[in-house]
């Protein structure tokens, strides 16, 4: 079973760029999580999708960050206009349905902005 | 209050001790837990979910919860080197929301 793939895998940018990072979630699963981890911190959930509805987006910074998730499957997270503090790894993240046990990680993207 | 919440750490451990991992919640309607480990540079990894009060337990891991004090921990028995890691407690509360902690870094010295 394939999992959850991400990319780009790094992005370098400078301040007030935009960027956008693409997901892949598990066939199948109709729950999808973007996470944004900065270095020595835990996962800090930004966005959840159940199939192409937004569940929680409470901690999701709506004036620069927006995600989609079209036809329940791919989604895309984009940052328009990029910080310094935006530097961070992003994280997607799936499980089968939102009662379900864990959920599978995809590699990450690490984002740079300089 | 952070949601999730546990001690960054480190901890440090000599090799073949027993290292406990605790995790405190504060939204009392959750139902299920989990820790996931990460390593440097990797993505995290569950290792273990428990969704009811008591012990569970799988292979040298076992985790405990406890709903009435909103804890969940996490023993390692016989630790080795390769444990080493940051070790994440997750939680899945209102609405699924599944929220993570900040992590306990674990250090075992050989």
């Known amino acids: 079973e394939a999992g959850v793939a991400q990319s780009p895998r790094y992005k370098i940018i400078e301040k007030r760029q935009s960027v956008a990072f693409w997901c892949n979630p598990i066939?199948?699963?109709?729950?999808l999580y973007w996470y944004q981890q900065i270095l020595g911190q835990g996962p800090k959930l930004l966005i959840q999708?159940?199939?192409?509805?937004?569940?929680?987006d409470s901690q999701l910074p709506k004036d620069r960050f927006s995600a989609e998730r079209l036809k329940g499957v791919d989604s895309t997270l984009k940052i328009q206009p990029a910080k310094l503090e935006d530097s961070a790894v992003y994280l997607c993240?799936?499980?089968?349905?939102?009662?379900?046990?864990?959920?599978?990680f995809g590699q990450g993207t690490r984002l740079t902005v300089v | 209050q952070k949601e999730v919440e546990q001690n960054s750490g480190p901890l440090s451990v000599p090799e073949g001790a027993i290292a406990s991992l605790n995790c405190t919640y504060s939204?009392?309607?959750?139902?299920?837990f989990f820790w996931y480990r990460q390593y440097s540079g990797k993505s995290p990894e569950l290792i273990m979910s428990?969704?009811?009060?008591g012990d569970k337990e799988d292979g040298r891991f076992t985790a405990q919860l406890n709903k009435a004090s909103q804890y969940v921990s996490l023993l390692i028995r016989d630790s080795q080197p390769s444990d080493s890691a940051t070790y994440l407690c997750?939680?899945?509360?209102?609405?699924?929301?599944?929220?993570f902690g900040t992590g306990t870094r674990l250090l075992v010295s050989p």
């Open positions: 993240a799936s499980s089968p349905f939102m009662e379900s046990t864990e959920a599978f």
């Open positions: 428990i969704y009811s009060n």
């Open positions: 997750a939680v899945k509360g209102s609405f699924q929301k599944l929220v």
């Open positions: 066939s199948g699963h109709a729950t």
């Open positions: 999708f159940q199939n192409n509805g937004v569940v929680d």
């Open positions: 939204d009392r309607v959750s139902q299920s």
